[in-house]
């Protein structure tokens, strides 16, 4: 959430930011969740076995805590993560224009 709200207020959209909290509140099987002493282990486990951010390692030691089937992302250097599905957004656009 944090990310999406990020550009929004950049630009000063305060409307866009509030339409992204709408738009997420609503989409079925998605869900924020705090950070707690299981996600904060797991992400210091991912930043040291794949480099990772801490913003990333703990978006995916979330995932993975909440027992996600997959993570979806634009940065293609997390598909080196192997405890998650990790799949980029070219690849769901991939998917969706094959249906």
Do not use: C, W
Not at 4 to 24: P, V
Not at 50 to 74: C, E, Q, S, Y
């Amino acid at each position: 959430m944090v990310e999406l709200l990020t550009g929004a207020r950049k630009k000063g959209d305060k409307r866009l930011a509030q339409d992204y909290k709408i738009l997420l509140a609503r989409l079925p099987n998605f869900s924020i969740y705090g950070i707690d002493e299981t996600i904060v282990d797991l992400a210091a486990d991912l930043r040291v076995a794949h480099g990772l951010r801490t913003p990333d390692a703990i978006h995916i030691a979330t995932a993975i805590a909440k027992r996600a089937t997959m993570f979806v992302t634009n940065d293609r250097r997390l598909k080196k993560v192997k405890q998650i599905h990790v799949v980029t957004l070219a690849e769901v656009d991939g998917l969706l224009k094959k249906r």
